[in-house]
């Protein structure tokens, strides 16, 4: 399995030695067709019972089971970005529309992984102000 993002790819395979030989065919073809190189400390072959975290969740194989959670960082930027909403919305610095399209995006974005989390957090930042 092969993900691609704009600067990002994964790849996935049971052959470690397969993986390496992907390695070296992706860093020869950046660096002499593109003119690019790949950032060595972010690049890794890595067994898939160790995981590996991505775009602000964690990977890992569990019974066969790809299990996918929010890391600590991500977490505690969703939570400094809600309070944030919440705090502009209350001192008028942005409309409901915008404060709610933003909450919103958070609880649709993040309903794979951690969903209790996030809600909990929309719950306690933003919902509790209107409670009171």
């Not at 399995?1 to 992706?26: P, Q, W």
């Amino acid at each position: 399995m092969i993900f691609i993002s704009t600067r990002y790819f994964i790849l996935i395979h049971h052959d470690k030695e397969k993986l390496k030989k992907a390695l070296v065919f992706i860093q020869n073809e950046l660096e002499n067709t593109y003119k690019l190189k790949l950032n060595i400390k972010k690049t890794k072959i890595v067994d898939s019972s160790e995981g590996f975290t991505f775009l602000g969740y964690r990977y890992r194989i569990i019974n066969n089971k790809t299990v996918r959670t929010l890391t600590k960082c991500a977490k505690n930027k969703i939570k400094k970005r809600i309070k944030s909403v919440s705090w502009q919305y209350k001192n008028n610095k942005l409309s409901f529309e915008k404060a709610f399209c933003s909450i919103a995006s958070y609880q649709n974005n993040y309903n794979c992984g951690n969903k209790m989390y996030v809600n909990n957090l929309i719950e306690r930042y933003w919902f509790d102000e209107f409670r009171k």
